[in-house]
T-cell receptor, first 119, second 113 residues
Framework: AAGVIQSPRHLIKEKRETATLKCYPIPRHDTVYWYQQGPGQDPQFLIS???????DKGSIPDRFSAQQFSDYHSELNMSSLELGDSALYFC??????????????????FGPGTRLTVT | AQSVTQLGSHVSVSEGALVLLRCNYS??????LFWYVQYPNQGLQLLLK??????LVKGINGFEAEFKKSETSFHLTKPSAHMSDAAEYFCAVSPGYGNKLVFGAGTILRVKS
């Protein structure tokens, strides 16, 4: 079965550089979530999109922005990178309505993550 | 705000022994609760979820969890640990709307042979 695809899997950037992380949801999933997991920490919700519109916002720095495109893939743009941005960034996708053989709340399927290292 | 607390950052059991990972939730309304597993360098995989349909929830890989409202708990259990169960386990709560997940700090399960 198709899974959530994230690219790149690993990314090394220097301070003050920019980075773009991409997420390709499972086909027919219209909701995408971004989470940040620092070393030894639990995942923290950043932002989510439903049908290309931002649906919820968590602890996302102003230096970060994200969007969901017409094909439902999403990109997380990170500027002025700081050492503290080094983390594993997960994308998850889920369907939003019935017809997907799931009970509410709909399960989030996580991608393998992008490991960002800022030096 | 809804939150979950996982008791014990590390749990060690012998192979074949009972696995018990503890999670308590804080919510003013009936919550949606989840257990996820994360293997090293991998994403999170859903083990099971509580949606109020039944208090005892069975998941994958022989895991189950029981929702106890009186104790505000949703502990994860498995009767017999296997070496392949060694991983980090996260309890999570969702307010329902928007579906975002709020995770606990995680419990690393070690299985000794």
């Amino acid at each position: 079965a198709a899974g959530v695809i994230q690219s790149p899997r690993h990314l090394i950037k220097e301070k003050r550089e920019t980075a773009t992380l991409k997420c390709y949801p499972i086909p027919r999933h219209d909701t995408v979530y971004w989470y940040q997991q620092g070393p030894g920490q639990d995942p923290q919700f950043l932002i989510s999109f439903y049908e290309k519109m931002q649906s919820d916002k968590g602890s996302i720095p102003d230096r970060f922005s994200a969007q969901q495109f017409s094909d439902y893939h999403s990109e997380l743009n990170m500027s002025s990178l700081e050492l503290g941005d080094s983390a594993l960034y997960f994308c998850a996708s889920s369907p939003s309505g019935p017809g997907h053989r799931q009970t509410y709340p709909y399960e989030q399927y996580f991608g393998p993550g992008t490991r960002l290292t800022v030096t | 705000a809804q939150s979950v607390t996982q008791l014990g950052s590390h749990v060690s059991v012998s192979e074949g022994a009972l696995v018990l990972l503890r999670c308590n939730y804080s919510s003013s309304v009936p919550p949606y609760l989840f257990w996820y597993v994360q293997y090293p360098n991998q994403g999170l995989q859903l083990l099971l979820k509580y949606t109020s349909a039944a208090t005892l929830v069975k998941g994958i890989n022989g895991f189950e969890a029981e929702f106890k409202k009186s104790e505000t708990s949703f502990h994860l259990t498995k009767p017999s640990a296997h070496m392949s169960d060694a991983a980090e386990y996260f309890c999570a709560v969702s307010p329902g709307y928007g579906n975002k997940l709020v995770f606990g700090a995680g419990t690393i399960l070690r299985v000794k042979s």
